[in-house]
Structure formats: structure tokens, C-alpha cells
């Protein structure tokens, strides 16, 4: 994919032993996506540091579709 023109983020409890937090909003880094040419782009992000002691699980949307997200899953100890 060389034309991407955003990203779409969303946060979302996943139940743990270390408890859970509010879901916030997504909050950008810098200036969030950044397109370094021939299909390679960068994605600065930040999670709020209410999030520790939580698990998420965050979905990055390329705008590829329904089923395409990319999905990540954290677990904030501090």
C-alpha cells in the first residue's frame, strides 16, 4: 500500500488479572502518520498513562476494508 492518507485507532478493554481502566481516545504522537515513500510509513501513538495496570487491545484501520484491521494487544504494568 503506497497511498494511505490515515489511520483510524481504536482502544479497547481486554479483561486481565491486572484489572481494568476507562477506554480513552486515541491521542497522537508528533504528527501521527507520516509516509516515508515506496509503501513505508511511520505511526507515532501514545497511550495514556491511565492505562496502567490494564490490558487493551488496540485496532489499526488502513482503510483496507472490514476484516483488515491490524490488531494489537498490550498489557500496561506501570
Aim: charged share 20%; net charge negative.
Amino acid at each position: 500500500m503506497t497511498d494511505l492518507a490515515s489511520v483510524v485507532v481504536t482502544v479497547a478493554t481486554l479483561p486481565c488479572s491486572l484489572g481494568t481502566t476507562p477506554d480513552q481516545p486515541y491521542e497522537s504522537a508528533n504528527d501521527g502518520l507520516q509516509n516515508w515513500g515506496d509503501g513505508y510509513y511511520q505511526f507515532d501513538w501514545k497511550m495514556p498513562k491511565s492505562y496502567a495496570e490494564s490490558c487493551k487491545t488496540m485496532k489499526l484501520d488502513l482503510g483496507e476494508g472490514p476484516g483488515m484491521e491490524r490488531t494489537a494487544v498490550f498489557q500496561f504494568v506501570k
